[in-house]
């Protein structure tokens, strides 16, 4: 199982990002799919999960309105589109899913915010 993301970077307050995870070495469309994030001195959070087929989202209280998570089951990623960021939504942003035994992560792609 392999978890690619990309599309970090720095963007000013306000601005937008978008980021993938390329997923390899399972049947992607047969699993949920999540985005968490770790900021420095903080625990991960959940910021959202889409199921297998993409009909149904979760969103933390903080993302709400302001992310949207989407997925592509014919080239096997997940996205997860961020508008209206804010310098408190810096953090490593990593991909993750869970199969039937294992959990697996991404390496992770930094978001900063910051003017």
């Known amino acids: 199982v392999q978890l690619v993301e990309s599309g970090g970077g720095l963007v000013q307050p306000g601005g937008s990002l978008r980021l993938s995870c390329a997923a390899s070495?399972?049947?992607?469309?047969?699993?949920?799919m999540s985005w968490y994030r770790q900021a420095p001195g903080k625990e991960r959070e959940l910021v959202a999960r889409?199921?297998?087929?993409?009909?149904?989202?979760n969103y933390a209280d903080p993302m709400k309105g302001r992310f949207t998570i989407s997925r592509d089951n014919a080239v096997n990623t997940v996205y997860l589109q961020m508008n209206s960021l804010k310098p408190e939504d810096t953090a490593v942003y990593y991909c993750?899913?869970?199969?039937?035994?294992?959990?697996?992560w991404g390496q992770g792609t930094q978001v900063t915010v910051s003017s």
């Open positions: 070495g399972f049947t992607f469309s047969s699993y949920a």
């Open positions: 889409i199921d297998s087929a993409g009909g149904s989202t």
């Open positions: 993750n899913t869970r199969l039937i035994f294992s959990t697996y």
